[in-house]
């Protein structure tokens, strides 16, 4: 029987946005927090001014316990780091969080949209996503370039069934009729997921690209569909030509009640700190679905991991904070775009042209070789073994290089080496 509070939460979905009732999985329906230790505890750490029992932590002279040896190495304060950050995260560390979207994301301005919860990083956020809305058989329609870790989080994981179309038309630009069409043909609910700046491509829409897939998830919705649009946005802020700038998801906020949008991003990529594990998942609908979905996500986390890492948020929360971080910001996005920039140079040479073309990249980590005629893993060991050239073969036909992790001054060798590999195969 389901529980009395996931009831409740599903009766105030439906009453508010029954389409957005609709888009939840099983699982998701059954999803509540529960009032448990936790909300017990916040009630505590409120009201127990002399003894404050409840959580399972230990404490010693009004501070959490903890080892000096550890404490001496760290330079953050010990209720900062030792006892556990709610499910849902430091709550200041979401608004300023919040705050950071609002000013990248202009058209998030004065749409109904959520705190952002705190996760354990994108893959994270991915799989709340996957947990709360993904049936087995539901659709997810995304780009055929996506991050492979995709079919774990939605396949293997949900039994959801991964649906691509072609990201490019002839011009180079995204390809907005193969998407309308792989769209047009979902009749009841799918689940779209976009990811730009691209992984494996470093691919980002123009403005009027991204308009249209905008009209293109509008007209569908309209048709009567049920759209959860999720947004990948982990390479965020990457933008080093004239791509749109800001993430879909505030062109997508409130404009139809078919339209759950759902923003996934984080630290990760952004803020260079991959290990520290820090992400957020964002929705956008009315206040009182905003709600039960924000109730709904800290039952999965709170069932899942119980709560992420205190001390990177605290870290993450500092940071952002520190008056030196918009100018280190600044100072290693020059250096990714140094790179970008210079392996557009180094790839205009015509000598390649023999071997392979690249498909549109425009912002983010990574590049994507095309391969004319060598098979991409035969070259991908080809070039391990022979040059001790690490890149990944995507598929049959295209490598994928992360010009993030070559000195700007080596790209240009990088990419003779790959040469001189194609060369050799094709002897
Ligand atoms: C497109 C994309 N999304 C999500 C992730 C996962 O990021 P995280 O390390 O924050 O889980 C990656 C990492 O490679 C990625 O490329």
Known sequence: MMNALAVQLNEKMQKESPAIYDMLSDLGKNLYYPKGILSQSAEAGKKAHRFNATIGIATENGEPMHFRHIQEKLGYAPKDIYPYAAPQGKELLRSIWKEKLLADNPSMQNKSIGLPIITSALTHGLSIAADLFMNP???????????????????????????????????????????????????????????????????????????????????????????????????????????????????????????????????????????????????????????????????????????????????????????????EKEEKFQIMQGRAVKTKQVLANEKYAPFWTYYPFNSGYFMCLKLNDIDAEELRLHLLDKYGVGVIASNKTDIRVAFSCVEENDIEELFDLIYEGCQDLSK
């Not at 290990?275 to 996500?297: C, H, M, N, S, W």
């Open 137 to 327: 058989g539901d659709v997810l329609i995304t780009p055929e370039q996506y991050w492979g870790n995709y079919n774990t989080v939605f396949q293997i994981r949900r039994g959801g069934r991964v649906e691509t179309f072609p990201l490019f038309n002839e011009n180079g630009g995204f390809h907005v009729d193969a998407f309308r069409e792989t769209l047009e043909k979902q009749k009841e609910k799918a689940i779209v997921l976009l990811n730009f700046p691209n992984n494996p491509t470093g691919f980002t829409p123009s403005i009027e690209d991204a308009n249209a897939i905008v009209q293109v998830i509008k007209d569908v919705a309209a048709s009567g569909t049920k759209l959860v649009v999720l947004l990948d946005d982990a390479y965020f802020g990457l933008f080093y030509e004239d791509s749109i700038r800001e993430s879909l998801f505030g062109l997508l906020a409130d404009i139809h009640p078919n339209i759950l949008p759902v923003k996934i991003d984080g630290a990760t990529k952004e803020n260079y700190v991959w290990g520290l594990r820090v992400g957020f998942i964002t929705y956008a609908a009315d206040p009182d679905v905003l709600d039960a979905l924000e109730q709904k996500t800290k039952g999965i986390i709170r069932g899942t991991i119980s709560s992420g890492s205190h001390i990177s948020q605290t870290i993450l929360l500092e940071s952002l904070q520190s008056e030196e971080y918009l100018k």
